[in-house]
């Protein structure tokens, strides 16, 4: 951490819910009163290329970048992105890479994303509750059990 600003950097393919695990770690900061700032890196996303999206958080945040080696959490959605974005954390930094849950216990597989946000919550201090109401916010009425479930499932395998 560096002048109170945490750095998350999400990585993984297109399709996989980079964006929308950042939006999630986003609005839980937002929602707990801190000045949050985010961006995105598309790249070939659309055909399945990588993704990375950006989230700092603080008392104040001016730039929404993480400078290469800053980032204090590195979450990896697809395991062959680990090495492709390793650089982006700093010394001592936490990587949270998909082997961290059993995708076989998810109800639904695309909600793997937020099963690492369970993982990464663990971690940060923000209550479960504004984790929670978070994840609803992002998710329609037919998504929402699932992508709870999934959270549920990545906090208790920390």
């Known amino acids: 951490m560096n002048d109170g600003v ?3 950097v999400t990585a993984g393919l297109g399709g996989q819910g980079v964006l929308k695990a950042s939006d999630i770690v986003a609005d839980v900061a937002f929602r707990s009163g801190l000045d949050v700032k985010q961006s995105e890196l598309h790249g070939m996303s659309q055909r399945g290329g990588s ?3 950006d989230v700092r958080f603080g008392r104040e945040v001016f730039s929404p970048m993480v400078p290469s080696g800053v980032a204090d959490y590195l979450v990896v959605i697809a395991p062959d992105q680990i090495e492709v974005n ?4 700093r010394p001592g930094g936490m990587l949270i890479a998909p082997d961290a849950v059993d995708p076989a216990k998810l109800t639904n597989k695309k909600s793997f994303n937020v099963a690492l946000l369970g993982v990464l919550s ?4 923000f209550p479960e509750a504004v984790w929670l109401e978070a994840i609803r916010a992002a ?13 549920a499932l990545g906090r208790k395998a920390v």
Do not use: T
Not at 86 to 89: E, S, T
Not at 122 to 125: M, P, S
Not at 139 to 151: G, I, S, T
């Open 6 to 8: 945490i750095n998350i």
């Open 51 to 53: 993704v990375s999206s």
């Open 86 to 89: 390793r650089h982006q954390l």
């Open 122 to 125: 663990r971690h940060l201090d």
């Open 139 to 151: 998710f329609p009425d037919k998504l929402r059990a699932a992508n709870v479930q999934a959270f």
